[in-house]
């Protein structure tokens, strides 16, 4: 999980712990120190300099946290850290091991940092595309293993088979009335010229799930509103896997060391190095921390396509967007 366990009174230990793997001698870029300041000013209400902070033994972490839960969220805070870089030196990523080995710890995300810091990109696509809560939905369907085996990768995010009532399903949303949360995801494919999935070309029904939540969160669709809508649906669910997706996206949109096989051209990073980054992202773990009901687990967004998008937000509690 993602700050679901630690909370403010672990921030001063948490923030030695990060620099203690991330920092070691000098931040590879100014965004992470910033980053850091922003997320533990916005989520938990701490303060400090990440330049001159003195680090921590994994011993004497391990002595003042030993709650499993909460040393796992401190790997995935190490994780988000280095995924903001171009390049991850495998002294930092060998760190992060070491600590989550001495810790007992299991995550997804430290194959992703071990492949990434050896520019093995093939190997961490895999490590990513079936690690993150996409890969979840795409093992429920019961065709799945079929398409896997047949097409490989590509059947984790994209449509390889036509399926014209999934299409149609999809396109009747524009029969809905503005302002539902069906008719909203009908617009925003058709504002940006999206292919529905069912047809070629297009992303499969399991990654579309998080089309829904840019609808009802208000991100858009570019890099940066691709990782404010991973950062709000890592915080908005119960779900592990939403977190490697958070992670994921922070290397292809901002790192640049992941590659996408979703869009048509590659993304080169640095897409949180606009106005107000790092606090877009703060703002977006602050507001799918508060959401009232599972976004990932559990829901079908068909059941509440006919329902107003404002009503929806008030019931599960999704706070507005600042402008």
Known sequence: MFFKHTTPADAPIMARAVISTCRQNGWTNDLQPQFLRTVFHNLMSH????????????????LAMPEPEKRNEVLDLMLATEFLC????????????????????????LPLIRDLSKKLVAQAQQDFYRSNYFYDEDLASPDFAQLDQKYGLSATMMTVEVSDEVATRYENLQHLPAGTLGRGLWDFYKKRNFTFPGVIGGINEAVAHHDWIHVLADYDSNGIGEMEVAAFSTMATQSESAVMNFLGTLSIFQGGLLKTIVAGAPHLGHDMEVMN??????????RGKQVSIDLILGIDFFDYAHEPVDELRIRWNIPAKPA
Do not use: H, M, Y
């Not at 902070?53 to 994994?58: A, H, K, M, N």
């Open 277 to 286: 980054g790092p606090e877009r992202i703060a703002i977006a773990l602050q």
């Open 86 to 109: 171009a390049s991850i030196s495998p002294e930092i990523s060998d760190a992060i091991n070491a600590w989550a080995q001495k810790l007992g710890i299991k995550n997804n995300g």
């Open 47 to 62: 303060d400090c300099d990440f330049e001159t902070l003195e680090p921590i033994s994994v011993e004497e972490f391990a």
